[in-house]
C-alpha cells in the first residue's frame, strides 16, 4: 500500500473541491441555457419575502364581512303578493263537444285559461274567449281541488265572463281585490298571476307601457283604453289578473300581440274599471244590458257613396228608423228611396250619423264603443248631417237587444 505524505492528502483533498466546485457550476450553467420547454415540470424555487411581506403573514388573517340582506325590496313586494294571492288564482280548463261519424256527441278536450276568485261565495272572472262555446267549465283552485263550474254571464263586446262554483262548506277562500285602472302611469310596475302552458300560478312582472289602447277583437266590437304590458303573458294567461304592487288588481290579462305564438312582450289587459261596471250587472240580469238608437244604420262604403252622390265617405246612413219608436220621436229621420244592394235592401235620402256621445262614428264598430256604457232610458248626443246641413239631436236609448232583433 502506498503511503501519501500529510502536504500530499491536503493537495488531493484541496483538488477534489475544486473539482466538485466546477461540476456544480457546470451543471448550473447548463440547466439556465437549456430552453425553457425543456425544464418543465421542475420545481420552481420561491423568492425570499421581503421583511415587509414576512411580518404580514405573522398577523392574523383579517376577513371582512357584510351582513346581506336576503331580498331587495323590489323582490320582497314580488313575493309578498304572491304569497297574498297566487292561491287566489284559478286554472280554468272547459270540454267542449264534437260530432262523430255516428252522429253522436262526444266531448272533448276544450281551452284552458285563468281567472281570480272575487267573491267568497265562489264567484270567478275571466275571460269571455276562455269558456267560448264550452259544454262544461272547471275550476281548479291551487290545492288541487277542481269544481264544476256554471256561467253566470259573459259580455262579448269586453271579453268578460263571470263563473261560479260552490265552494265546500267551510272553506275559506282567497279573493283578489279590485283596484282603479282610472289613475295607471306608463312605466308603472305591474304583475301579472296565471297558468301558462299549464304551468299553475305562475309570476310575472313587468310595467305598464301604454294605456287608451283601442284593439278590435270582432268586426263589431272594439276594446276601449285596453292596458298595454310588457308583462310576460302567454296562452293560458287569459283571464288571470294584472296587478299592482299592492295585489290589487288593475286589470284582466286578455290577449297578447306576436307573430310566433309566444309572448314578445307585448300584451293587453281590460281595465278593471270595464270589468266593475259590467261584473254587478252579469252577476244580478246575467248580461249587461246596453242602450242603442233603435233605427237601422249602414255604414258608408265606396260603392253606395257614389251612387248616392253622399256628401262625405264615412259615416252612418240611417236606412230605417222604428216607427214611432225614440230614434224618431227624437227627429233623426229615416231613407225614402229603396235600393237592393246583395240580397237586402237600403232605403237612401235619410240622416247621416256622424258622433254620438261625443265619440266620432265613422263605423259601426265606433257606434258599438260609444253606446257601449250607456243604458237603456240614458240620453245621448247625436250629431247627423242632413241636405248638407250638421243637425244636433238629443236621443233617448231603446235597449240594443230588443231594438236589434226588430
Not at 51 to 78: D, F, K
Amino acid at each position: 500500500m502506498k503511503l501519501y505524505s500529510r502536504g500530499q492528502v491536503v493537495f488531493f483533498s484541496m483538488l477534489s473541491g475544486l473539482i466538485v466546485v466546477m461540476l456544480a457550476a457546470g451543471f448550473r450553467f447548463l440547466r439556465d441555457s437549456l430552453p425553457k420547454e425543456q425544464t418543465a415540470g421542475k420545481v420552481s424555487e420561491i423568492p425570499d419575502l421581503s421583511e415587509q411581506e414576512r411580518s404580514g403573514y405573522s398577523r392574523p388573517l383579517q376577513i371582512n364581512t357584510v351582513e346581506l340582506q336576503p331580498y331587495t325590496e323590489a323582490e320582497r313586494e314580488n313575493i309578498s303578493v304572491y304569497e297574498q294571492l297566487n292561491t287566489a288564482v284559478v286554472n280554468i280548463t272547459t270540454e267542449t263537444v264534437a260530432i262523430n261519424w255516428f252522429l253522436e256527441p262526444v266531448p272533448q278536450k276544450g281551452s284552458s285559461g285563468s281567472g281570480s276568485i272575487i267573491d267568497t261565495r265562489g264567484y270567478v272572472l275571466t275571460n269571455n274567449h276562455v269558456i267560448e262555446n264550452a259544454y262544461k267549465v272547471f275550476i281548479n283552485l291551487a290545492d288541487g281541488s277542481q269544481f264544476e263550474g256554471t256561467v253566470v254571464g259573459t259580455d262579448s263586446e269586453n271579453d268578460i265572463a263571470v263563473l261560479k262554483f260552490a265552494p265546500p262548506r267551510g272553506k275559506e277562500l282567497r279573493i283578489v281585490p279590485f283596484g282603479n285602472s282610472g289613475n295607471l302611469k306608463v312605466g308603472q310596475k305591474v304583475l301579472a298571476i296565471g297558468n301558462p302552458f299549464g304551468l299553475e300560478r305562475t309570476l310575472t312582472v313587468g310595467i305598464v307601457s301604454g294605456l287608451g289602447r283601442p284593439i278590435q277583437n270582432s268586426p263589431q266590437h272594439i276594446i276601449r283604453d285596453m292596458i298595454q304590458t310588457d308583462a310576460s303573458i302567454n296562452p293560458g294567461n287569459s283571464g288571470g289578473p294584472l296587478l299592482d304592487t299592492q295585489g290589487r288588481m288593475i286589470g284582466i290579462n286578455t290577449m297578447i300581440y306576436s307573430t310566433s305564438g309566444g309572448s314578445v312582450g307585448i300584451g293587453f289587459a281590460v281595465p278593471v274599471n270595464t270589468a266593475k261596471r259590467v261584473v254587478a250587472e252579469i252577476i244580478e240580469y246575467g248580461k249587461v244590458r246596453r242602450g242603442w238608437i233603435d233605427a237601422t244604420v249602414v255604414q258608408l262604403f265606396p260603392a253606395l257613396v257614389r251612387y248616392a252622390k253622399l256628401p262625405v265617405t264615412t259615416g252612418l246612413l240611417v236606412s230605417r228608423t222604428r216607427q214611432n219608436g225614440l230614434a224618431e220621436r227624437a227627429g233623426i229621420r229615416q231613407g225614402a228611396e229603396p235600393v237592393r244592394y246583395n240580397s237586402g235592401m237600403i232605403y237612401l235620402g235619410g240622416d247621416i250619423i256622424v258622433s254620438v256621445d261625443g265619440m266620432k262614428t265613422a263605423t259601426l264598430a265606433d257606434l258599438y264603443s260609444a253606446l257601449e256604457d250607456n243604458k237603456p232610458g240614458e240620453k245621448v248626443a247625436v250629431e247627423l248631417l242632413r241636405n248638407g246641413n250638421v243637425i244636433k239631436l238629443e236621443v233617448t236609448l231603446a235597449d240594443r237587444e230588443e231594438a236589434l232583433i226588430q
